[in-house]
């Protein structure tokens, strides 16, 4: 059963300290996303590729955040330093581009609190 | 910019009811679109989809309709369930995707 993992899916942690989140995208699928999920904003874009080439990070706070795929099989989301307001579920979703019409698979987010 | 407009929750029916989640988008290109819903705890899940004007996409009882000329993809179903208590998002894609604010539905026994 093919699926997007996240890890960690839980993670408490200082303000001021480096967070790092990840994900595996579904095996063969060619773009990834990142999503930030809060009550007052609903879901967030940060982050969009492509081939592993960034397509458009423009909802991401330049600053302190920062999208990467290593490879095919990893995407990654850090923040440094991060800040109480960064609390929120992270999402991460994978697809194959074919064309229009093809939906995103998300994972089942890291949940992110700062205090 | 493109964007998704989602009737305001949430949304409380009894079991059996009729449901109808209002969705209406503006884009500048021609999106496909969907509805995803997400229950407690998880991430969100394709629930149906439609790529072209006048197309239908139903799942699980749900459906809506791609309306070009009215710029609207509303969900309905004709008779819920409790385990259909969730939050519905309704999104496009052009591009990337862009997603509604998500709309609570509650359903009483």
């Known amino acids: 059963d093919a699926r997007v993992t996240q890890t960690p899916r839980h993670k408490v942690t200082e303000m001021g300290q480096e967070v790092t989140m990840r994900c595996q995208p579904i095996?063969?699928?060619?773009?990834v996303f990142w999503y930030r999920q809060t009550m007052m904003q609903g879901l967030e874009l940060l982050a969009y590729?492509?081939?592993?080439?960034?397509?458009?990070d423009s909802g991401m706070p330049k600053d302190r955040f920062s999208a990467e795929m290593p490879d095919a099989t990893l995407a990654t989301l850090k923040i440094q330093p991060s800040e109480p307001r960064d609390s929120a579920v992270y999402f991460c979703?994978?697809?194959?581009?074919?064309?229009?019409?093809?939906?995103?698979?998300f994972g089942q987010g890291t949940r992110l609190t700062v205090v | 910019g493109d964007s998704v407009t989602q009737m305001e929750g949430p949304v409380t029916l009894s079991e059996e009811a009729f449901l109808t989640i209002n969705c209406t988008y503006t884009?500048?290109?021609?999106?496909?679109l969907f509805w995803y819903v997400q229950y407690p705890g998880e991430g969100l899940q394709l629930l149906l989809k439609?790529?072209?004007?006048?197309d239908k996409g139903s799942n699980k009882g749900f459906e809506a309709t791609y309306r070009k000329e009215t710029t609207s993809f509303h969900l309905e179903k004709g008779s819920v369930q409790v385990s259909d208590s969730a939050v519905y998002f309704c999104?496009?894609?052009?591009?990337?995707?862009?997603f509604g604010k998500g709309t609570r539905l509650h359903i009483l026994p």
């Open positions: 884009a500048t290109g021609y999106p496909s």
């Open positions: 999104a496009l894609r052009d591009d990337k995707i862009i």
């Open positions: 095996l063969g699928h060619n773009t």
């Open positions: 590729f492509r081939n592993r080439a960034p397509l458009d």
């Open positions: 979703a994978s697809g194959f581009d074919r064309g229009r019409g093809t939906e995103a698979f």
């Open positions: 439609a790529t072209k004007a006048d």
